[in-house]
């Protein structure tokens, strides 16, 4: 698929999670002008679009960026206006490219502050995930919706990225893992690829593993749909997303009461 979001790296399981290297941020007093200039833009509907644009571009660039993006006034507030604003698109689906693209950038945003120590759990706190999930309750495969339904599981990918058993208990209180079947069933490879690796994080923690195995419906869900996404592997090989598709099925095997 073109046109990718930067959000993502396809190597490993990086999915959602921004460098952390110090070759990757810079402590240049111009650069931390520029973006601490295009924070405040955000709160301008005049100047948003733009300030999205070059701060989604600039985010690895800056490491105090998710601080700065949660404790400026409004800024929050700005990026969940862009979320919310989209809702009329998505049902019945008449998201354009345009639209995509720009809501994408604001979900780069809340990508980096659900990456970040600091802003994690007030992130989760506030519950802005769930302002989210219509997003991945959608069924259409058209670019503008699968780059929407791609970049929306970089966000959930980089707070499972760190193992955080208060991250897992969030997300198992919520409807995460039906949504993450359905992209698994129906999105392109890399939404499955994401999708598995969030499920596959999930399963690691034993409070997700119980979770799944908690009822038959539930495991035999996981289980089905993985079985599905093997089938489709022989007419599509896809070696990444085998990958986490083992590792479920690993973890699903820890559980004795299902397996015997």
């Not at 810079?26 to 733009?50: F, G, I």
């Not at 009329?88 to 994408?104: D, E, F, H, K, W």
């Not at 950038?105 to 600091?118: I, R």
């Not at 999930?202 to 038959?216: N, R, V």
């Amino acid at each position: 698929m073109a046109n990718l979001p930067q959000s993502f790296s396809l190597s490993g399981a990086s999915f959602g999670a921004p460098s952390s290297s110090s070759s990757a941020t810079t402590k240049d007093p111009r650069t931390m002008a520029s973006v601490e200039h295009l924070v405040l833009q955000l709160s301008n509907p005049d100047l948003r679009e733009n300030a999205l644009h070059e701060l989604s571009k600039k985010r690895e660039l800056f490491q105090d960026l998710a601080p700065l993006l949660w404790n400026s006034l409004g800024t929050m507030a700005a990026l969940l206006q862009e979320i919310v604003s989209i809702y009329p698109a998505i049902s019945p689906p008449n998201l354009t490219p345009a639209q995509s693209n720009r809501v994408c950038n604001a979900l780069a945003l809340l990508q980096c502050v659900a990456s970040h120590l600091d802003t994690r759990m007030p992130f989760l706190n506030a519950h802005i995930p769930l302002y989210l999930y219509p997003f991945l309750n959608t069924t259409s495969k058209s670019r503008p919706f699968e780059y929407l339904r791609l970049t929306t599981l970089g966000v959930i990918s980089a707070l499972v990225k760190v193992d955080d058993t208060e991250v897992i208990s969030f997300l198992l209180s919520t409807e995460i893992i039906p949504l993450c079947l359905r992209s698994m069933e129906m999105g392109s490879e890399l939404s499955k690829t994401v999708a598995t690796f969030i499920v596959q994080k999930i399963l690691l923690d034993e409070m997700g593993l119980k979770y799944i195995c908690t009822t038959a419906e539930r495991f035999y869900a996981v289980g089905r749909v993985l079985g599905n996404m093997v089938a489709t592997l022989v007419q599509q090989p896809s070696c990444r997303l085998l990958k986490h598709i083992i590792r479920c099925y690993l973890r699903l095997s820890d559980n004795q009461r299902f397996v015997k």
